[in-house]
């Protein structure tokens, strides 16, 4: 398994550094500003928009309004682009019709482009990832997890009655393309210690998202296999 990404581990420990230092949410905005994919995904955004605009305006107008009058919550993870925004749409205009606020995750106040977009659809409440502190509780999980010597050890490990191992195999077979995970590889090791860490602090019973939110109902894309790990 030659094409293992050696520089992902390195990078996953630099985000956490440069968040705890509070420099991440600038950094990315600089890199926004200047990356050519991010300058084609506003392009493409905008071009989505004049296409819609005029027939999105009262949808957006009637979200707002009634999520004004909402007595509930209702938690959604964030997606990026206009086709993924759109997607939510229907959903997030049914949840506002039972009379619950809707709230959108994303994964830092970076995300602003991100962010219009859900405001053009009349969403007017976020809450960020990269706002979350650390989770001390984590590292239980992760010794874990530094016992286990197979696959199947992996898939079995729990945490908070959450299957955190069967969730990170499942994620790292993904990215890695594989049938199986080799936990002799110290290079699949330290991806899946990346993967499995998330998740854990994802759990609804221990993310400060969820307990400040106490949402009525979460909404996710692709439940289970988000990148962030569920809010199980």
């Given at each position: 398994?030659?094409?293992?990404?050696?520089?992902?581990?390195?990078?996953?420990?630099?985000?956490?550094?440069?968040?705890?230092?509070?420099?991440?949410?600038?950094?990315?905005?600089?890199?926004?500003?200047?990356?050519?994919?991010?300058?084609?995904?506003?392009?493409?955004?905008?071009?989505?928009?004049?296409?819609?605009?005029?027939?999105?305006?009262?949808?957006?107008?009637?979200?707002?309004?009634?999520?004004?009058?909402?007595?509930?919550?209702?938690?959604?993870?964030?997606?990026?682009?206009?086709?993924?925004?759109?997607?939510?749409?229907?959903?997030?205009?049914?949840?506002?019709?039972?009379?619950?606020?809707?709230?959108?995750?994303?994964?830092?106040?970076?995300?602003?482009?991100?962010?219009?977009?859900?405001?053009?659809?009349?969403?007017?409440?976020?809450?960020?990832?990269?706002?979350?502190?650390?989770?001390?509780?984590?590292?239980?999980?992760?010794?874990?997890?530094?016992?286990?010597?197979?696959?199947?050890?992996?898939?079995?490990?729990?945490?908070?009655?959450?299957?955190?191992?069967?969730?990170?195999?499942?994620?790292?077979?993904?990215?890695?393309?594989?049938?199986?995970?080799?936990?002799?590889?110290?290079?699949?090791?330290?991806?899946?210690?990346?993967?499995?860490?998330?998740?854990?602090?994802?759990?609804?019973?221990?993310n400060p998202i969820y307990r400040g939110v106490a949402p009525t109902t979460r909404r996710l894309r692709r439940s289970r296999i988000y990148a962030r790990g569920a809010l199980f």
């Open positions: 398994m030659s094409n293992i990404p050696t520089f992902a581990p390195r990078k996953e420990k630099l985000k956490r550094l440069l968040n705890r230092m509070g420099l991440l949410v600038m950094l990315r905005q600089i890199h926004d500003r200047f990356n050519p994919i991010a300058w084609a995904k506003r392009r493409s955004n905008a071009v989505a928009l004049q296409r819609i605009g005029q027939r999105l305006a009262p949808l957006a107008r009637q979200v707002a309004e009634q999520s004004q009058r909402a007595q509930g919550t209702a938690l959604f993870i964030g997606m990026g682009g206009v086709s993924y925004v759109l997607q939510q749409l229907p959903v997030i205009a049914g949840v506002v019709a039972h009379g619950l606020r809707p709230i959108i995750v994303l994964p830092s106040r970076a995300n602003r482009e991100d962010r219009r977009l859900y405001e053009l659809c009349g969403v007017q409440t976020f809450v960020f990832w990269d706002d979350q502190p650390e989770c001390s509780e984590v590292e239980s999980v992760m010794q874990q997890l530094a016992a286990c010597e197979s696959q199947s050890e992996v898939v079995d490990l729990r945490w908070q009655d959450v299957a955190v191992g069967k969730y990170a195999i499942s994620t790292l077979m993904r990215r890695m393309r594989a049938g199986q995970i080799d936990l002799t590889q110290p290079a699949l090791r330290t991806h899946l210690e990346i993967v499995v860490s998330p998740r854990s602090r994802s759990h609804r019973r221990r």
